[in-house]
């Protein structure tokens, strides 16, 4: 809303004029005979005084808001409806009041545009008298606080309009109150009336962008399921496709405005994983999620909107090229994304829409360029970069054709930046959109005009992410060019093949000429360190993979959205999404590890070490060799006197494996082993685990000592044996005599032989335990990862 107006513009019709002449000399006349006669009266003084210092404080009294203006540009039979409402914010009432449309001078030029939009004075509202008569209307008072709605009809041939052109407009309230019983002017609107009832003879040719574009929702994570179930990290994505969301308003506008479809394929790939099954985040733990069908009926919109449309494919994820090229150079690898990016963005729209994208266009954030950005835009196979007329500025009285060659084979394409920029603001409010929206045709006029027998072609790049309100105003604006009385819609493609202006500037910006505002919404080059980490990470594991796809690709996309231009002025939020992928890419990776082991023993010059490799993937591993080094080759060796020993590694998923290395010993006394996996190309796989052998080594003496032991057993049990075979004849006989001498024999035979057994068995050694424990069998199920028991020992 704004208060007073300030009609003042340049360049009146000749009409205009001589009325205003002959005004001036008819209300000029009483003033000569009044200086004539003499000097005025003090009560004239302070009346004029009074009035004029009553017209510039009253002008803040009431707030006039404009809310819709049908048609927004008329032709020359139409009739012209003004509503709005009208706020008294003064203190006393407002009496007499009555709204009127006021019609100021014709604007020549953008540049005078500009200036009446931003003047607030109201210094010039005379030079604008108000149509009057039946098309005003009559308030008879409007109490403090208290706000009347209003419409005003009128036919444009009582406007007065004469050239063609911009015209000022404005919507007035005068009035009196008790403190100023007078009429004043209280309160005024202003806006721009373009006029161009005739078609012009050469029609600007006008290109406008419609991006599709939205915000990271998915995460890298997919569930182990065949399909691999997305994981979302909420529905905000729900919203927005839902009926009356902004990307639901997108869709249904474009699809009836002559525009070009710039989507983020990123954007169609998460709402087609929406259409099946998905998870959603919820704490610590994933819900299904149930918008399928939304996703399922925005999908058929966008398909059947974008058919025989030129459509121009982002690549994957609108990654932030001005970021890649003022930070992410320098960290190697990060430009490499670039060109897989735009291969899947081709396929992704494609398969999705049905459609072939134009692949060749680059879009760096708000059309600004440099010298190292456009490099870095052509790196991945892209011509023409979208500019901004604002980057690339023209010193010309006119606005040339956006295409224009910067060398190189490429072409910059320079979107009109007060076009581009016009809907940015708040269109909730009615008002802001209708004044948004008259502003943007009146410039449009305007640019014709400058150059009428020159034909130019004209590109708009909105903002990528316009709220539903935004979008609308949008609409609206299209919607009434549809008369085609000065424009003429044209698609992208079409205007990056126009002939250029010789005239126009060719040359691209210094990287210091970028715009700091801009310049400290980029990521930082750490976002740029995770991102290679990441990667690298990615590449290690996935060689070891036997269905890489599952991994790659969910992975390869998260780590293209890392780079998106939607992270811009959120660094908190993208370092999060980040950390959550290379969190779980290493969770991943753990899933391949080795068990652990404790201390073992080696008894003997040889033996078998046991090292078990578990995958609780649910995928396959091979690709993987497992290296088990002795830090004491001298004491202990492996495979034929070497300190290192190789076993290649393939497991099922789900499984584990264990692995054999024959050891030698030489030597008693404790060695640490190493085991480690690699991958082929000898880049290490994992955490190493160490573990520690003890090497008991038994001598032939001890093996004789042994030997005689086990002997000494033998001849003591046959000994007893042979004793209590006599003892038991003896017995026979005494029982046979009956005598007290045969059972006196017969006891001490009995304390003889107990005490000759106690003997033996006391004088005997225990034959040591010969258990050794098995080994695993090569392919296992799943098993704990826990450590091993401690006196594990190896296998003979």
């Given amino acids: 809303m704004a208060d007073a107006a300030d009609f003042q513009g340049m360049g009146p019709s000749p009409a205009r004029r001589w009325l205003r002449r002959t005004a001036s000399l008819i209300l000029g006349a009483p003033l000569v005979a009044g200086l004539l006669s003499g000097p005025a009266t ?44 009208v706020t008294n914010k003064g203190k006393q009432t407002v009496t007499d009041a009555q709204i009127d449309l006021r019609v100021g001078p014709r604007l020549s030029g953008r540049t005078a545009i500009d200036r009446a939009a931003e003047r607030t004075g109201d210094t010039a509202v005379a030079d604008a008298p108000p149509v009057g008569g039946k098309y005003s209307v009559k308030l008879p008072q409007l109490l403090s606080g208290i706000s009347r709605d209003f419409t005003l009809s009128i036919p444009v041939d009582e406007l007065g309009l004469d050239d063609d052109g911009v015209y000022q ?26 006029w161009q009832p005739e078609a012009t003879e050469k029609k600007t040719q006008f290109s406008y962008l419609w991006p599709l574009i939205s915000s990271t929702h998915l995460t890298s994570e997919t569930g182990s399921d065949e399909q691999q179930t997305p994981v979302f990290e909420d529905e905000a ?87 890649l090229a003022h930070r992410g150079k320098n960290v190697s690898g990060s430009l490499s994304h670039l060109q897989p990016a735009t291969e899947v963005a081709e396929t992704t729209v494609e398969t999705i829409l049905h459609v072939k994208p134009s692949i060749d266009f680059a879009w760096p954030v708000n059309g600004a360029i440099d010298s190292s950005i456009v490099d870095v835009a052509t790196s991945a196979g892209a011509h023409k970069v979208i500019a901004r007329s604002d980057s690339l500025r023209d010193d010309l009285s006119y606005t040339p054709s956006a295409a224009r060659p910067i060398g190189g084979g490429t072409t910059a394409v320079v979107a009109d930046s007060r076009l581009s920029t016009a809907f940015e603001g708040d269109m909730i409010s009615t008002e802001n959109s209708t004044l948004s929206v008259q502003k ?48 003429h819609p044209l698609d992208l493609v079409a205007a990056a093949g126009a002939k250029p202006d010789a005239n126009a500037t060719t040359k691209v910006p210094g990287t210091s000429r970028y715009p700091g505002h801009l310049r400290k919404q980029e990521l930082r080059i750490q976002a740029f360190r995770d991102i290679r980490n990441t990667q690298n990470t990615l590449d290690n594991f996935k060689v070891i993979l036997t269905a890489q796809d599952r991994v790659e690709t969910p992975f390869g996309r998260a780590i293209d959205r890392e780079m998106s231009t939607s992270w811009r002025g959120k660094p908190v939020e993208a370092k999060g999404y980040r950390d959550q992928v290379r969190a779980y890419l290493r969770s991943l990776t753990e899933e391949v590890q080795l068990i652990e082991k404790s201390a073992i023993t080696l008894s003997g010059r040889s033996a078998t070490i046991p090292v078990t490799v578990q995958n609780r993937l649910v995928q396959g591993i091979d690709h993987l060799v497992l290296r088990l080094t002795s830090d004491n080759p001298t004491r202990l060796n492996l495979d034929h006197d070497k300190g290192t020993a190789e076993q290649p590694i393939k497991v099922e998923g789900g499984h584990s494996q264990s692995v054999k290395f024959a050891a030698s010993a030489n030597a008693n006394g404790p060695v640490k082993m190493t085991a480690q996996l690699f991958t082929e190309d000898g880049k290490p796989y994992g955490d190493a685990m160490e573990f520690t052998v003890k090497v008991s080594e038994i001598t ?83 098993e704990s990862g826990d450590p091993s028991g401690t006196g594990e020992k190896v296998d003979r």
């Fill in 440 to 487: 943007f045709l009146a410039q449009t006029l305007a640019l014709t005009l400058q150059d009428p027998d020159n034909q130019r072609s004209i590109v708009v790049a909105p903002q990528r992410m316009p709220t539903a309100s935004q979008a609308q105003s949008m609409a609206r604006a299209l919607q009434a060019l549809d008369g085609q009385r000065w424009t």
């Fill in 169 to 194: 407009l404005g919507v007035s309230l005068s009035g009196q109150t008790p403190a100023e019983p007078f009429d004043q002017l209280l309160g005024v609107e202003r806006t721009f009336l373009p």
């Fill in 237 to 323: 994505l729900a919203t927005e496709l839902a009926p009356g969301g902004r990307l639901d308003q997108l869709v249904s506008l474009g699809k009836e405005l002559p525009v070009t479809w710039v989507i983020d394929p990123d954007l169609l790939a998460t709402v087609d994983a929406m259409t099946r099954s998905y998870q959603v985040k919820n704490g610590n733990t994933t819900v299904p999620g149930k918008n399928q069908a939304l996703a399922k009926r925005w999908l058929s919109a966008v398909e059947a909107a974008v058919q025989g449309r030129k459509v121009v494919a982002l690549p994957f994820s609108d990654p932030d090229l001005a970021s």
């Fill in 700 to 782: 032939p003496t001890v093996m004789l000592v042994i030997a005689g032991g086990v002997l000494l057993l033998v001849l003591a049990g046959i000994r007893m044996y042979s004793q209590r075979k006599r003892a038991a004849a003896r017995e026979a006989t005494a029982a046979d005599a009956d005598g007290p001498e045969g059972m006196e024999d017969s006891d001490d035979a009995d304390d003889e032989d107990g005490s000759e057994g106690s003997e033996d068995a006391e004088g005997g050694i225990e034959s040591p335990d010969p258990g050794q424990a098995s080994d695993p069998t090569p392919d296992t199920g799943p």
């Fill in 42 to 85: 003090p009560a004239a003084h302070a009346h004029e005084a009074a009035s004029s210092s009553q017209t510039a404080s009253g002008s803040h009294t009431v707030d006039v808001s404009l809310d819709t203006l049908t048609p927004a540009a008329p032709g020359q039979h139409d009739t012209l409806t003004v509503s709005g409402s």
